[in-house]
Every structure is written in structure tokens, then in C-alpha cells.
């Protein structure tokens, strides 16, 4: 695979001398955030190696790593997902990564989602077979173009303009032979079980299983 990062915009000298945080929280410098360009955007959520911004053409996300094998992984199956319309698209000549101090940075400029399966289900009425069926096949094609996700739950599952999409591949990996079916560990976050979720297309009682879990 070829990287063709766009960093024209991010001035590694701008970028503060490490990673700088808050407990387990991932807290992004203003002056990397001023680099970035999201220093007036508003902050979404954060974990503990990336942050989430909110900006006016969509949403941006800042992962920081020692290992940039693994940054650009994450950028890599992002696109691949966003590609096949299994996750949001991203923005490829609004992305990119900076290495400072041994340090390296993942910007991913995407598309917004309107609202996590967290959300939805707190303020709506949900009408199972119809969203089970939705969720269950973006994972079938996830793994069908061998990915494995590794961290599905509600808060990385969201909508837009009624579709729902797969989001959040920091911890996805690529896989041969159909193993995120086979391998429980690669279906998702283990407390929500989702390999009820792949093993059969058509069966009302994996996706009663599925309803059980995440809802």
C-alpha cells in the first residue's frame, strides 16, 4: 500500500516537543490544535491516544502513536472501510501525519455521522429486525474485505441519513481466511459478544442475541 499523506497543512514545528496528557485522557496541545486548524472547533470525545473535533466540512480525529506502523494501519483499513461505504469516508487531501520527537500523529479528516447506536436507542423506539439486519451486514462486509474490527460497541456503531456505518478502526487489523468470523477475540468488544452477530445471516435468534447485547 502506497500513503499518500497530505501534510502541507500541519507544520511539524508547530507541533508541541510530546504527547501531552491527563490521566488516561488524550489532551491535544493548542498549538497542535492551531496547526491542525481545529483550535475553534469543538471538542467531541477523546480516549487515550486521540481526540475527536468537530469542524464545519466534518469531523476530525487525532491519534498520536510511538509506532507509525500502526498509525498508518489505522489510516489505511479507515480508508479501505470508508471506500466500501462501511465506515465514514475520509478526506484524503485533509489527512496525514507528523512525526516530532519521536512522536508520530494520525489526522483523519472525515465525514459526519449524525449519532451513535448509544444515542439512537436512548431516543428512539427501536424496531429490531430492520437495525440488527443493517449493523449485522456492515460487519459481514467488514470481514467478507478480511478486517476485523476488534472494538465494536454501541458508541462505535452510527448512523447518517438512516445508514448505518462501522466507525473507529484504531484497534482494527487485516485478516485471511474468514478468521473474524472464526476467532471470537476479532469479533468486537468481547462485553457486547457479537459473534452471534456474523455466524448466520437469516437467523431471528442471533439477532435476538445481538438485541440482548447492545441494546
Not at 469542524?55 to 480508508?79: C, F, Q
Not at 489527512?95 to 459526519?112: A, D, P, T
Not at 478486517?147 to 460497541?153: A, F, S, Y
Request: charged share 20%; hydrophobic share 30%.
Amino acid at each position: 500500500m502506497n500513503y499518500n499523506f497530505n501534510s502541507n497543512s500541519i507544520k511539524s514545528s508547530n507541533w508541541s516537543t510530546s504527547n501531552s496528557s491527563k490521566g488516561n485522557r488524550f489532551n491535544l496541545p493548542n498549538a497542535i490544535k492551531r496547526s491542525l486548524g481545529i483550535n475553534n472547533s469543538q471538542y467531541l470525545n477523546s480516549g487515550k491516544f486521540g481526540a475527536v473535533y468537530n469542524t464545519d466540512d466534518g469531523v476530525v480525529k487525532v491519534t498520536s502513536s510511538k509506532n507509525l506502523e500502526v498509525l498508518a494501519l489505522e489510516y489505511d483499513i479507515s480508508l479501505v472501510a470508508g471506500e466500501n461505504r462501511i465506515g465514514p469516508r475520509i478526506i484524503k487531501s485533509k489527512s496525514g501525519f507528523v512525526e516530532h520527537n519521536g512522536i508520530h500523529y494520525l489526522k483523519l479528516h472525515m465525514e459526519k455521522m449524525n449519532t451513535t447506536l448509544m444515542n439512537y436507542k436512548k431516543q428512539n423506539n427501536v424496531n429490531g429486525s430492520s437495525l440488527y439486519r443493517q449493523i449485522s451486514q456492515k460487519v459481514r462486509e467488514l470481514h467478507e474485505i478480511g478486517i476485523c474490527h476488534n472494538d465494536l460497541h454501541v458508541k462505535n456503531i452510527m448512523s447518517k441519513n438512516g445508514n448505518w456505518y462501522l466507525i473507529d478502526f484504531g484497534k482494527a487489523t487485516y485478516s485471511e481466511n474468514n478468521a473474524c468470523s472464526k476467532d471470537v477475540s476479532k469479533l468486537g468488544t468481547l462485553e457486547y459478544d457479537l459473534s452471534k452477530l456474523v455466524k448466520s445471516k437469516n437467523s431471528n435468534k442471533n439477532l435476538n442475541g445481538l438485541k440482548q447485547r447492545l441494546f
